[in-house]
């Protein structure tokens, strides 16, 4: 059973970044493999989680989204928790991601503040065995770049959700899980959506 884990959905949703645990959960569900999604939502799930990744627990993804403002100061009990959760996912090279203002927990989103840029966006990444660029919509002031990745962490500016739009890094993900990956009927159809997805979004 691979699970994946969704850190405060009801909060940390703006954008649909949560939906990164649905494409995942689906994918791996298209590979006949058995998937779940298990929402945090306090701190004993959090004490849980961390404990797991500490033991070296496999066949784990994390998800951790972007929130409003009103959202993130509803969470400010659990920052040191969030933080410690983060710090554990880079120690234990378990994959996840974390997105837009999910950031400040990485210690990334204090950076330079700069116009606001709104648009769709190819980032190019520079991270060993990860793919080399990834698509999805920035908006943001921050001075950081859009997409990297941490020891399997991937830290982006990009809402989307980001896997719908980049499966080429659903297959890193899946390999990193233990997952077989296998091309299905279903998958090939999503991916023809996705290559008009790109074929549009790319140009503008």
């Not at 998937?35 to 951790?64: C, D, M, R, Y």
């Not at 204090?110 to 999805?136: C, M, Q, T, Y």
């Amino acid at each position: 059973m691979k699970t994946i884990y969704t850190l405060f959905p009801e909060v940390l949703n703006l954008n649909g970044d949560s939906a990164n645990s649905l494409v995942l959960q689906k994918n791996l569900q298209w590979m006949g493999e058995q998937a779940q999604i298990v929402p945090i939502s306090n701190q004993s799930q959090l004490s849980e989680l961390i404990h797991l990744l500490k033991v070296g627990q496999k066949g784990i993804f994390v998800t951790i989204g972007h929130g409003s403002a009103a959202g993130m100061n509803s969470l400010t009990a659990f920052d040191d928790q969030i933080r410690s959760l983060i710090e554990a996912l880079v120690e234990s090279h378990t994959p996840a991601i974390v997105v837009g203002s999910a950031l400040s927990w990485a210690r990334l989103a204090h950076s330079v503040k700069r116009e606001r840029i709104s648009e769709f966006a190819v980032a190019k990444v520079n991270a060993d065995g990860w793919p080399a660029e990834a698509l999805g919509y920035l908006n943001s002031e921050l001075s950081v770049v859009p997409v990297q990745v941490k020891a399997n962490v991937i830290l982006t500016l990009l809402h989307g959700p980001f896997l719908a739009k980049n499966p080429s890094w659903v297959e890193r993900i899946l390999e990193l899980m233990g997952a077989k990956t296998q091309m299905s009927e279903a998958r090939q159809t999503a991916q023809g959506y996705v290559d008009e997805i790109w074929r549009i979004e790319s140009k503008h």
